[in-house]
Nanobody, 115 residues
């Protein structure tokens, strides 16, 4: 099982980034998918969630209206479009897959929002 995040980097405030999470080794289309983030000295927090077929999404309060989670089950890939980024969005972003008792995590990708 692998979840490999990519797309992180340094961006100025107000800018955009698109994160990707490439999944392999399990039936991606059966899993509910999540993005979490963790900033230095803070607990990991939920960024966004999406149902297995993509029909239902949910967001953390501070991300609503700025972030969009999506998935392509034909490519086994999860996405997070982040717009109007703020310095407080700086964190390591993790991809998470869940199905019944199965729970997988990626290694994370760093997002830094700074001028």
């Amino acid at each position: 099982v692998q979840l490999v995040e990519s797309g992180g980097g340094l961006v100025q405030p107000g800018g955009s980034l698109r994160l990707s999470c490439a999944a392999s080794g399990f039936t991606f289309s059966s899993y509910r998918m999540f993005w979490y983030r963790q900033a230095p000295g803070k607990e990991r927090e939920l960024v966004a969630a999406i149902s297995s077929v993509g029909g239902s999404t949910d967001y953390g309060d501070s991300m609503k209206g700025r972030f969009t989670i999506s998935r392509d089950n034909t490519k086994n890939t999860l996405y997070l479009q982040m717009d109007n980024l703020k310095p407080e969005d700086t964190a390591v972003y993790y991809c998470n897959a869940r199905y019944i008792r199965y729970n997988y995590w990626g290694q994370g990708t760093q997002v830094t929002v700074s001028s």
